[in-house]
């Protein structure tokens, strides 16, 4: 494989470079003439290394690796999928694949169900998170990497699958069919602190905006006053289905997004095309570091059409569209067609990909490129770095030890024992991680090895290093000893010093096996900060109102 790469670098190098050199005020006829003239010359690298090279050459390997090589020179979302990748693309595009419906982990030799999703194949036929998996239709499982096992997973839709777990010591066999899995892009909507509305949307797949309304729709009938749209993680999906969504809260004939690509005559301007259901009740829009794309689409135009206050942490900052041309033999190739701009008139795309440094690295836009535009009410908002919120909040990280709890499938492995004790628990909204429980769980933990490293113990390393080569004193060796004792001891209080955290990824591992998806994320409404302090800015109309005011 090494050689292969080698090779498909070198054909790249020979092959493609002298495109990306040709001037942009060469006529259309150089142009035509330097790209015919380059795959010329592909093929005949191609066919010469195929016929004289001294080792066998796996053709498709070859060519898969060249044109990787290709787009890789480009941006990330510039991809090659060949046939057999087809379920993935249709995975990312529309939230559906042929499968069994559960997500999966590695741990150890074997792949374990983390989480059948309610209403598919998996949950109906009665598999649960923690089975291990053995085989699936006669193929073992054991020692599969994690992509293999999903692979025998995923299938057309109608096919049979069988499939062995272990659960409790014990083999179990299922024989089921696979089904065209849709996963749920808004898997909670309800109200919260009184008459807040809340609708979490994890992407923008087919139908988004049907389901947006829909959830929309029935708050509205329970009296819901003031809107929260959960947008967090979100890493975007259908352009269409995040205009549709907008068009719910602004009315018909709003531009809402412009595309703007090399060729003039596919460039775009999407409008709203409805009237509005709602364009009165109060919004908030949470997002995060996460939120991308399409998520970056729906809050930037609220925020430049002063239709909703974006609340949370500044978004990624993907401005570029994409679209998924067909090649030949059922290949597929999705490409970055253009950039888009919301209302105001600014692109959010944060990384500029055409322009990169000597490593080769495409760095973020810096700050004195950044543009000032206008909102329809007279706000100053910038270009060039994401979505910036109207009121921002910290961003809260994980601390050391549940990132150890997490990676090592801890609280997800204490779940699993609890289900088998208590065979209900009370409703989503109403269960709490106790202080028994939580004692519980550190008992579960002594056995188990969770080793840690802090960002402060690699710092006594360097010390400790540098230390060595200066040759420091006894004196100096002792402190740094002594130092690294104290956080030893420090480490050995971090289940309590982080108790609430942990226990809501506890909270959050232990309702979903009760309660299912949309049991998990009402259970952790109750505790998410974020949700608290936007429930009471929209339940502050006056300071809510002023936010959306220009400064003067």
């Known amino acids: 494989m090494k050689r292969a790469t080698i090779i498909a670098a070198f054909l790249i190098a020979v092959t493609f470079m002298p495109i990306a050199a040709v001037s942009q005020n060469k006529s259309k006829e150089d142009r035509s003439f330097e790209l015919s003239k380059n795959i010329e010359i592909f093929s005949a690298v191609y066919k010469t290394l195929y016929n004289t090279y001294v080792d ?11 044109i990787d090589a ?41 792949t374990v169900i983390t989480e059948p999703y309610e209403g598919m194949p998996a949950f109906e036929a009665g598999i649960k998170a923690g089975d291990i998996i053995l085989e699936v239709n006669g193929q073992k499982a054991k020692g599969k990497k994690n992509d293999e096992v999903r692979e025998f997973l995923r299938g057309q839709a109608g096919s049979d699958i069988n499939l062995k777990v272990e659960r409790d010591g014990k ?39 049907n389901n947006v309304l829909t959830a929309f729709n029935s708050l509205k009938k329970q009296g819901m006053k003031g809107l929260i749209l959960d947008l967090r993680g979100n890493g975007g999906g259908l352009l269409n289905e995040a205009v549709d969504i907008v068009n719910i809260f602004v009315d ?49 135009s609220l925020q430049d059409l002063d239709r909703a206050v974006i609340m949370g942490q500044r ?44 490593q080769g690295r495409a760095n973020k836009i810096q700050d004195s490129l950044r543009t000032a535009f206008k909102t329809k009410g007279g706000r100053t908002v910038y270009d ?19 990132v150890a709890l997490l990676l090592k499938f801890l609280p997800f492995d204490y779940a699993t024992e ?8 009370p409703s989503a909204k109403e269960f709490q991680i106790t202080d028994d429980i939580y004692e519980d769980f550190v008992a579960f933990l002594k056995d188990k090895d969770y080793s840690y490293t802090t960002p402060t113990e690699e710092g006594i390393k360097v010390l400790e290093e540098s230390a060595k080569k200066e040759k420091c004193g006894e004196e100096v060796k002792k402190l740094l000893e002594e ?43 109750q505790n998410d900060k974020e949700v608290k302090q936007a429930a009471s800015l929209l339940k502050d109309i006056n300071t809510y109102n002023s936010v959306l005011k220009p400064t003067k």
């Open 56 to 66: 066998d050459i796996n053709e498709g390997d070859l060519v898969k690796t060249a």
């Open 70 to 110: 290709m787009t890789a020179k480009l941006d990330p979302y510039t991809n090659f999928y060949p046939e057999s990748d087809m379920e993935d693309v249709k995975l990312q595009l529309m939230g559906e694949y042929g499968g069994i419906g559960a997500l999966i982990h590695s741990k150890g030799d074997y």
């Open 171 to 209: 083999e179990m066999s299922f024989k089921f069919k696979r089904k065209a899995i849709s996963l749920p892009n808004v898997p909670y909507s309800g109200m919260v602190y009184d008459n807040i509305g809340y609708i979490k949307l994890n992407e923008f797949t087919k139908d988004a905006a």
């Open 252 to 300: 018909k004939g709003e531009t809402i997004v412009t595309t703007k690509g090399k060729l003039e005559n596919r460039n775009q301007t999407h409008k709203t095309t409805r009237k509005a259901v709602d364009t009165e009740i109060p919004i908030i829009v949470l997002v995060d570091q996460s939120s991308a794309s399409a998520s970056e689409i729906v809050s930037g």
């Open 315 to 358: 978004t990624f900052g993907k401005g570029l569209v994409q679209n998924v041309l067909p090649l030949l033999y059922n290949t597929q190739l999705k490409v970055t067609v253009s950039k888009y701009y919301i209302p105001s008139g600014r692109c959010i795309q944060a990384i500029d990909y055409s322009h990169r440094d000597a």
């Open 384 to 402: 060039g770095y994401g979505i910036e919120p109207d009121t921002t909040l910290e961003n809260e990280y994980a601390s050391q030890i549940s």
């Open 418 to 425: 609890f289900v088998k004790k208590h065979p209900s628990i």
């Open 483 to 525: 130092a690294k004792q104290q956080i030893e001891k420090d480490k050995k209080n971090d289940l309590y010093k982080f108790k609430n955290e942990i226990k809501d990824m506890l909270l959050s591992e232990i309702v979903v096996r009760y309660y299912n998806q949309k049991g998990r994320v009402e259970a952790m409404i």
